[in-house]
Nanobody, 127 residues
Framework: QVQLVESGGGLVQAGGSLRLSCAASGGTFSSYVMGWFRQAPGKEREFVARIERSGSTYYADSVRGRFTISRDNAKNTMTVYLQMNSMKPEDTAVYSC???????????????????WGQGTQVTVSS
């Protein structure tokens, strides 16, 4: 059973940095797309970044150039990171890690493509 556990959230001032971690276990992660999503109060969950099996990375326009997704593979486990720099108050949200089995025609900007989710971690950026 795939399990995802996020850590690293907290309170940061505008312009500051945080690094989120997602410890993934229980799956063959070479078959998965790994993503980060966020949800602010009163808003829908939105795509932030993803890293594909090849290592290719993709970002939402709102975070491109400020956030970096990366991964660290180990036997039967994976840790996915989201380095967040030059943070803005509008980055405040609950950030969740997600894993989705790769499909050739999947649209991995959509939450529905991901079958496994972490519990989320709160990120608050003060102005």
């Amino acid at each position: 059973q795939v399990q995802l556990v996020e850590s690293g959230g907290g309170l940061v001032q505008a312009g500051g940095s945080l690094r989120l971690s997602c410890a993934a276990s229980g799956g063959t992660f070479s078959s998965y797309v790994m993503g980060w999503f966020r949800q602010a109060p009163g808003k829908e969950r939105e795509f932030v970044a993803r890293i594909e099996r090849s290592g290719s990375t993709y970002y939402a326009d709102s975070v491109r150039g400020r956030f970096t997704i990366s991964r660290d593979n180990a036997k039967n486990t994976m840790t996915v990171y989201l380095q967040m720099n030059s943070m803005k108050p509008e980055d405040t949200a609950v950030y969740s890690c997600a894993a989705g089995l790769f499909k050739y025609y999947g649209n991995y900007r959509l939450p529905r493509e991901y079958g496994y989710w972490g519990q989320g971690t709160q990120v608050t950026v003060s102005s």
